[in-house]
């Protein structure tokens, strides 16, 4: 009872840094993930049009690698690379985002019925109309539901950059065991969970609705 | 026209899948491919909208080899429908069967009106259907769609791959007896590839039978059935449907083998005679090197004894050649209410069809029908 007053006050007095913390938080999530969309996006489409299978198992398989690298040892090697700071976490959280995002657009594309993809050549669409009005919106489901899952996972996972420095709700957490503030570590913890949820909730609802058509 | 000339096809691994294909497929005219699986007819059909390229050899379309077009101009004016249906899911029908006329910035009333004009050709109500997307159609019904976006953009040629093999047995029947409606109607060049042989004699005005990238067989389903050029072709039609075709005779078999005739410089009574002695009520006439004039009737000559028949206004037409089917001796015996000459291609007279015997042949033609039946 005690704890849950203390709480409330703590977030009535100091809820400015809270929400600083939270959209320092977005910020590094979001652009981890967005530039992990740019990079895989035209790769994923890139790979499904290879022939040579190997180059792309490699790739596949770098993408995988960084994603057995745990995320602490990830965040520490930026350290002597990049130094400490926002970039630095960022380029981590990016590095982990490309296995899910490629994964997920490269087997969305491969989905595509090739009956279709064959009339509409066969009908005479270029191979950039073929891509753009219907390789890509028939495999929208898939990079859209990679980009969600991907996004939560990058949510939870910025709580540790602010190991190096990076700001975010993890500062709060960290000070919050240095401190040996409950408040601190729950205002923290709490918070990227209702981030997570969010963003599960608002790209869940676009997926929905993007294939809600068919 | 579509010419194919000296066509070969080898693919990169070295398999020769057509071998010198040479084919005309004429304008208005439904040519369909057929042949066993990985006879080279999808192959050849792909080489017309360079979908495959040919290795060697030429294709015109209209005296335009095609090899120097732009490919996917060249698509956008031919028809393309293939067996698994090819809609775009995330489309709706409106927005599938508008497809090329929009590629081709036909403006917005007139793809409208375009859409709405195919939908009732094939007997969907546009209000219903426009805005509906594929899934929410039958397999019938999507095929339907298929066809009417190959026509959208009004191409002459229309490819059509396996189209209705996927459906079940009744949407097929109904299709393919859309597709002949249809054919009369717009009068496209269609190049249709089936394994169906029930199908390809059903449809088409020329069949072309390929086996092993060479094509064994081509003509009219009529001439497949009469004259298999080979065991492969007889086996390809099968015994059965090859017995069915033979029911009805063919002109030659049936001709008599006496010509019986009168010459134009004889006279009615002579013709009389040779009426009454022969037991016709019609009789040809020709002139002095055999050459068909028209027919002098019974009646004809009763009523002008003793004239010359070159005076007499014979009848011209109701005559028919060896080439001819036995159904359009029929037809002219019906319409004329004579016996049917027959001649050659050079009007030589050589023989005739009796009211008599054609009776004779629809009767035992309909016994063994039944027979079957039973």
Redesign the interface.
Known sequence: MELITELLEFWQTRYPKILQYTLEHITISFLAVLFGILLTLPLGIYLTRMKFKPVRETIFGIANVFQTIPTIALLAIMIPLLGIGTTPAIVALFLYSLLPLLRNTFAGIKSV?P??I?????????PV?TLFK?EI??AFPYIISGIKVTTVYVISWTTLAAVIGAGGLGDLILAGIGLNSKVLIITGTISAILLALLADLVLGFVEKKVTK?? | MIELKDVQKIYEDGFQALKNINLKLEDGKINVLIGPSGCGKTTTMKMLNRLIEQSRGTINIDGTDISTMNPIELRRGIGYVIQSIGLFPHMTIYENVATVPKLLKWDKAKINDRVTELLEMVNLDPDTYKGRYPSELSGGQQQRIGVIRALAAEPSIILMDEPFSALDPISREELQDELIRLQREIHKTIVFVTHDMDEALKIADQIILMQEGEIVQMGSPEELLRNPANQFVENFIGSERMAQAKDLPSIEEILKDSVVSAGENGTTNEALGIMSEQQLDSLPVTDDKGVFLGQVSLYQALENPDTKLSDLKLQKEGFVSTEDHLSRALHYMEEYRLNVPVTDVDRQLIGIITKSQLLAIMHSYYDTKNEAAI
């Open positions: 019925d009956g279709v064959e009339s509409a050549r066969g009908m005479g669409l270029s109309q219907i919106p028939l058509q068919r």
